[in-house]
């Protein structure tokens, strides 16, 4: 598998893919520039963070900006607050996307990568339940092709959660260690699935991303990527079968700049599997 650039972005922090199968349209984030992109334009130009963004079935995006599920539109990129969280002001929201029913799932971590006071949440719309507590950095989210089962990354963990899922209520139950990733690797951080049932994950730190098992927890593939924080990746294309990934150049050395040059840069990797679509809000 070849590892195509699309963009040289230059994202300080490349994140959040998500693909609209309707439009045909990949969005995606640098987080801490507050950009939203469309396909290699820049779709809006906000004033916070965003950590993580869906589509959304009434056209528009919902967007997790730094405290708050909003409604963006994207023609005039107003942005409309849905809800706030209550979270410390040493937090951002961070990875999310929307489970297989619609619901927003995502997850907030400490702006200084040390302290566990992060959260993982879920939004119906209407209302913000609390799944989770105690998350360093809240990141990767999966479901199994049966939607049975949730996957979930809290980075430092160096591991992926499995989960039992209810579709009906959106609760978690369960958890247990799926993966567990070698340090020799990278930081486990996006995650995307596909209808085999295995896991792709963008290894931070590791200039690569991989596929597992996550019923064995064995690592089935390692493609390389020429940015060395390779941070999200997501299925798109008209087959569902081209692999987008996400990178940053936030916190890299001068040396490590030189070596990955195209770091912060988006690309893509035409696979041999079909993934799981992005579900949208709503």
């Known amino acids: 598998m070849q590892t195509e650039l699309l963009l040289d972005a230059k994202a300080t922090l490349g994140e959040g893919p998500a693909w609209d199968a309707k439009t045909q349209t990949l969005y995606w984030l640098d987080i801490l520039e507050k950009r939203v992109y469309a396909d290699t334009q820049i779709l809006a130009q906000l004033d916070e963070f965003i950590g993580c963004l869906a589509p959304r079935k009434n056209g528009n995006l919902l967007l997790g900006t730094r405290f708050s599920f909003a409604d963006l539109t994207p023609d005039s990129a107003q942005l409309t607050v849905l809800a ?166 936030v916190g890299m050395s001068d040396a490590d700049l030189k070596k990955y040059p195209l770091s912060g840069g988006l690309f893509k990797i035409v696979t041999g599997v079909t993934g799981m679509p992005t579900f949208e809000f709503g």
């Open 84 to 249: 706030t969280l209550n979270e410390l002001p040493t937090n951002r929201m961070n990875d999310g996307k929307c489970d297989p029913a619609g619901r927003f799932i995502a997850g907030t971590m400490d702006m200084n990568e040390k302290d566990p006071h992060g959260a993982l949440y879920s939004f119906d719309g209407n209302q913000v339940t609390r799944l989770l507590d105690g998350v360093t950095i809240s990141n990767g989210l999966a479901w199994s092709v049966d939607h049975k089962t949730f996957y979930y990354i809290d980075t430092p963990t160096r591991e992926v959660k499995a989960f039992d899922y209810d579709l009906a209520t959106g609760q978690i139950a369960n958890p247990r260690a799926a993966i567990r990733i070698p340090e020799s690797l990278g930081w486990p951080d996006g995650m995307t699935s596909d209808t085999d049932g295995n896991l792709w994950i963008a290894l931070w730190g590791g200039a690569q991303v991989t596929k597992w098992n996550p019923n064995t927890g064995k690592l089935l593939e390692q493609i390389p990527v020429p940015a060395l924080q390779s941070s999200a990746c997501v299925f798109g294309g008209r087959d569902m079968n081209e692999l987008y990934v996400t990178s940053a150049r």
